[in-house]
């Protein structure tokens, strides 16, 4: 079976249990509790599937109109290396931009040369502990890190859509955001 990897949807909530088994495979300890919880409650979920088998999915937050983070990018192991995990982080880049954000978060850890050399192929790079804030031009997460819910010995990293104040936001462009295709509204964690 060959999926279409362009063809990347939301997941509604009341869908999104025919992804847990990939996050089971793709997961263990902390990591598996945590993304089997977001899955669930996340504002904004995307799968690329084939037939009703989830392959690879995103979950996505807006922990600002101006942050964007890309919590989890799963995908199973049969289908690494294929391009459905960069696929599903173009898609999050489009959303982001397209809600105004200016700066997009996601962590690494320590080790996964993989999900390490996709972000920074998608001009993302490790974000320092001294880096001024966002605010200021920088991609410092001080704010935000408790939120991101960063695991000891995790890497972060940041990459900047857009001068700071310069994006569009949806506020500034008349439209508001939805919480469906493709489009999320800040969260409150």
């Known amino acids: 079976m060959t999926p279409d990897p362009s063809a990347i949807r939301d ?5 999104r249990e025919t992804a847990g088994p990939l996050v089971k495979t793709g997961f263990t300890g902390y990591y598996r509790w945590h ?3 977001l899955l669930r409650e996340a504002p904004l979920v995307r799968v690329v599937e084939a037939g009703d088998h989830a392959l ?8 600002s109109r101006e942050i964007g983070y890309v919590t989890y990018l799963i995908v199973a192991p049969e289908w690494r290396g ?3 995990g960069g696929r599903l982080l173009d898609d999050a880049l489009a959303i982001f931009t397209r809600r105004g954000a200016e700066v ?3 962590v690494a850890t320590p080790g996964n040369s993989a999900s390490s050399a996709l972000l920074t192929g998608r001009g993302f790079r490790k974000v320092g502990r001294n880096e001024p804030p966002v605010r ?7 704010g935000f890190r408790s939120r991101m819910r960063i695991i000891s010995g995790e890497v972060l990293y940041g ?7 310069s994006a569009p936001s ?3 462009s008349g439209r508001a955001p939805a919480e469906a295709s493709g489009e999320i509204g800040a969260t409150q964690s």
């Not at 990459?159 to 104040?165: D, E, F, I, Q, T």
């Open 136 to 142: 200021d031009g920088g991609l410092g997460a001080w």
């Open 159 to 165: 990459r900047r859509l857009a001068p700071p104040g």
């Open 82 to 84: 294929r391009g459905l």
């Open 35 to 37: 993304a089997t919880r």
């Open 170 to 172: 949806p506020a500034r």
């Open 104 to 106: 997009v978060f996601s």
């Open 11 to 15: 997941l509604r909530p009341d869908e």
């Open 56 to 63: 690879a999915l995103s979950i996505l937050e807006a922990l």
